[in-house]
């Protein structure tokens, strides 16, 4: 790692109140706890987890439609984790936040050139034919015909609405991209499609990921490295072969064990991770898997363990034991 | 093709389509299926490929734009379609054959504890209850004997414990917010379990939930219905899933099934240009993403013939002309095509 990241997170946290029913705040929700990790130029970073477990918190807060509690994010050298909204919209050219479902995030009343145009309108000066050039060219390099330009969002497959999203983040020419879970709902046929869409367009405009995903199959087919997130912590982080040859951490473990591996062995005959991720709201003393780990020790309870190792770190007291 | 009497449940020729703006939408076109007892029957495919009707057919809870055309569903010795609607709401839906619904939440009413929408279930649905017993007016006046309510209670409770539910009887308070999404789905499983069916239709019921909880709730279900000898018919999109708890699969395109076959059979060596199409773009370490050109056509109206040929490098003007009937590829092993693949994929 010669380069200097594109992306530095530095104990980046974001809590939520918890309120009662006077709505008077009654506790902490730490949706994201201090968490660190560096991003290279032209990488792509997955973050994977469980739901409740933070990544979604943690693309939005990068994203900045969530201001962080703590922390600092640098973005191409630039703090930008305490900038005001208004301050950010300079950045936001650059950092582009790509929603889950970009079906809903379309406005069914607007025609697909309006949605496409709004990003140039609001963060460029093009006059309105440069504009219309620059649709054109992007609506190409996403696989869409021009004619779908006068097109409304109902009127399009689910995996072309996908495009469209694309295609409105990449009218800016971003450097960055935060894909927040970009292929929940979509059949794997169609997902094939969009996979190898990311693909082509990473090359064509060197782009950088961030892969947001519950699905660890294409996390591993899609990242260079991935990140493990479980209750608002990264518990391991490693580049991705290395991760899935020989995890460290008990909770990667399972997670990895809890994959239908068709033609191999069946998980049914043999998953062993017994409960569910506790309340977020009420962690438990120590270290967070703690109550669902197989290899848990009595220090596990008193100590909080941090990321410890170079390219393949692991928050785990027994990680070093554990590599099987 | 086997002997017809060993099946618990056949369906044959089934046709059904749906009255829409858009014209006819012919969902399903003529599909043919069988679950013996004891036997988990994964039913695969994208959506809309008609796999939701399919299930709600054989359940009788078809919405009323749907039309019946052709083809019957026998279960045990009576075709559901063609006995009485009162005979198949009391005796059969919820008591003999039960359901397990994608999303649990939408399922329990929120405003009451689950312990009384389980005896409600069980006043009417509990197998120590008389087949075509009065059920009153309306319901209204059904007699719910106390023996029987705590007989019912008894078993209820015992089914809470199997399905690890922590601490049942307290369980039974809690309203359904109280529970996680995994312990819905374990709720939602007992609930199924309870009447005692021959059948369980098991609408993608992990669609919704983690890995790990995925894992627990696969391996949950197939030991229950192994143990109990209840046959599944478990619909899903994935793959996986079906390859983890499935003893034989049925792959659907377009409303039509294309291909039958035991499990490892089916992924060792799939034999219909789409399944082999459609396992290919799984993702795959060491593999290049493969995807299938085109679209998944309008039902309204559908291609003639076999509904996947203007998608398939090996289509003919027979393909297209008329759907090819079932043939026999291997031990068990069905396939509708007439250039069905014998190499044998990579998995």
Known sequence: MSDAPILRVEGLSRYFPVRNAFGLKSGTLRALDSVSF????????????ESGCGKSTLGKTLAGIHRPSGGEIVFEGEPIGALSPKERR????????????PGNSLDPRWSIRRSLEEPLIVHTDLAAADRDARLRSILKQVGLPETHLDLYPHELSGGQQRRVGLARILTLH?????????????????????????RELQQAFSLTYLFISHDLSVVRMMCD????????????????????????????????????EIGGRRVTDTFALEGEPPDPARLPAGCRFRPRCAFAIPACAETDPALRGAAHAAACLRAEELVS | MRAPDDSLLKVDGLRVSFATERGT??????????????????LVGESGCGKTTLARSILGILPSNARHEAGTIRFRNDDLLALPRSKVDRDIRGRLITFIPQDPFGSFNPLFPVGKQIMEVMKWKSPRREPGAWGGIGGFFAPYPRHRRRADREAALEMLRTVQIPQAEDAFD???????????????????????????????????LDVTIQAQILKLLKQLAKERGISVLFTTHDMGTAYEICDRVTVMYAGQEVETAPVDDFFRRPSHPYTVRLLESLPHPGRELREIGGEIPALVSPPSGCRFHPRCAYATSACSAQRPDISD???????????????????
Not at chain 1, 38 to 46: A, D, F, I, K, N
Not at chain 1, 248 to 258: D, F, Q, V
Not at chain 2, 180 to 189: H, K, P, T
């Open chain 1, 174 to 198: 971003p450097r960055f991209v935060i894909l927040d879970e970009p292929t929940s709902g979509l059949d794997v046929s169609v997902q094939a499609t969009v996979l190898k869409l990311f």
């Open chain 1, 38 to 49: 560096e991003v290279q130029p032209g990488e792509t970073l997955g973050i994977v987890g």
């Open chain 1, 225 to 260: 490295r991935v990140a493990v997130m479980y209750l608002g912590r990264i518990v391991e982080i490693a580049p991705t072969e290395e991760l899935f040859r020989a995890p460290r951490h008990p909770y990667t473990k399972s997670l990895l064990a809890a994959i239908p």
């Open chain 2, 329 to 347: 590829v291997g031990a068990e092993h069905q396939v509708r095509c007439y250039h069905p693949a014998t190499g044998a994929l990579v998995a």
């Open chain 1, 90 to 101: 300079a950045v936001a050219p650059r950092l582009q936040y790509c929603h889950q479902d």
């Open chain 2, 25 to 42: 939408a012919k969902v399903l076109d003529g599909v043919n299926l069988s679950i013996r007892p004891g036997e988990i029957m994964g």
């Open chain 2, 174 to 208: 809690k309203l359904p917010h109280q529970f996680s999404g995994g312990q819905r789905q374990r709720l939602m499983i007992a609930l199924a379990l309870m009447p005692q069916p021959d059948l369980v239709i098991a609408d993608e019921p992990t669609t919704a």
